[in-house]
């Protein structure tokens, strides 16, 4: 990825080709709680190949995966709103981020028995609880000790392993900023405080 100018300081500019940030950090697995807060800017136009490559951990197997993306593939949903999909289970906001201008994006999963993407994902733009397009129901279990668990990365679809060339449809186009994994449900005022000053407390 390319540094350039973000929101608070640098972000990340992703290319769409072969781009891509991979990280020691397992993910958050299981049904546990969680959020991933961050800033993303997503170019105007054609989305079709960036793939489901914003944010994501775990297995590529259903339910078992954790990856955020802006919806690419119309039969899922309205293109260019903000996915969540454990594979094979996914939430879609309303928002169409495709503007070219920062939004604030932030996915909270509340943990527990029987966490289910229909029931326990709310999904917050711009400090705004977004009304949601799609959803469909499968239980969350996300995977981070098969031998096939991807860690946590940034711009690159977890479908793509490690030692695969670059293919398309596999990689982000756009810009990430400040990207926050939290293991707890964080609630509307801290997303709201986390969006105007980068920090919660």
């Known amino acids: 990825p390319v540094v350039q100018k973000g929101v608070f300081g640098d972000a990340l500019y992703f290319n769409g080709r072969d781009a891509y940030v991979e990280t020691d950090f397992p993910g958050i697995g299981g049904n546990a709680p969680r959020t991933v807060a961050f800033w993303a800017k997503v170019p105007a136009g ?4 960036s793939g489901y490559a914003m944010i994501g951990w775990g297995l590529m197997k259903p339910g078992k995966a954790w990856q955020i993306s802006a919806n690419p593939f119309a039969p ?20 169409d981020l495709r503007d070219n201008r920062w939004h604030h994006i932030a996915i909270v999963m509340y943990g ?18 977004e009304k949601t397009s799609r959803k469909s129901i499968i239980d969350i ?57 980068n920090r919660i407390f």
């Open 112 to 129: 527990g028995d029987h966490a289910d993407t229909s029931t326990h994902i709310l999904i917050y733009v711009d400090g705004k609880l």
């Open 46 to 49: 054609e989305i079709a190949h």
């Open 76 to 95: 899922e949903g309205p293109l260019g709103r903000i996915r969540i999909g454990t594979m094979e289970g996914m939430v879609i906001g309303s928002t």
């Open 141 to 197: 279990a996300t995977t981070l000790d098969h031998t096939a668990s991807q860690p946590l990365r940034f711009g690159r679809n977890l479908g793509f392993p490690r030692d695969e060339k670059p293919i398309a449809d596999k990689f982000f186009t756009g810009w990430l900023d400040e990207i926050y994994v939290f293991d707890t449900a964080l609630d509307q005022r801290q997303i709201g405080e986390l969006m105007k000053s």
